[in-house]
């Protein structure tokens, strides 16, 4: 399970941290994402870290936004600074999970329940 956090109203200019938290019997999260989805909008990739700690980023959002993991928290972070009107969606991590299930090793993708945010202008 995921659990996205961090969201909430900013002036344009502020900033944002979101957090998003893996629980369970997990033993290693792969790639994590985070999207974002703003009203009348398709869902879209804001930013990416893989395992290794290579990153990726929209084009719109590049030298603003930065994410980030704790692999012993089993946290992703994306701080996002500079927001701008155009930033006001709902934000959901996204994560390949790596648990056992019945002792068993099992891959899943999961979502977090999203997080809101809205940058005022």
């Known amino acids: 399970q995921l659990q996205a956090s961090g969201g909430g109203l900013v002036q344009a200019g502020g900033s944002l941290r979101l957090s998003c938290a893996a629980s369970g019997k997990i033993f290693s999260l792969g790639d994590m994402d985070w999207y974002r989805q703003a009203p009348g909008k398709e869902r879209e990739l804001v930013a990416g870290i893989t395992s290794a700690g290579s990153t990726t980023y929209a084009s719109s959002v590049k030298g603003r936004f930065t994410i980030s993991r704790d692999n012993a928290k089993n946290t992703v972070y994306l701080q996002m600074n500079n927001l701008k009107p155009e930033d006001t969606a709902v934000y959901l991590c996204?994560?390949?999970?790596?648990?056992?299930?019945?002792?068993?090793?099992?891959?899943?993708?999961?979502w977090g329940q999203g997080t809101q945010v809205t940058v005022s202008s």
């Open positions: 996204n994560a390949d999970i790596y648990e056992y299930v019945d002792s068993v090793p099992v891959v899943y993708k999961a």
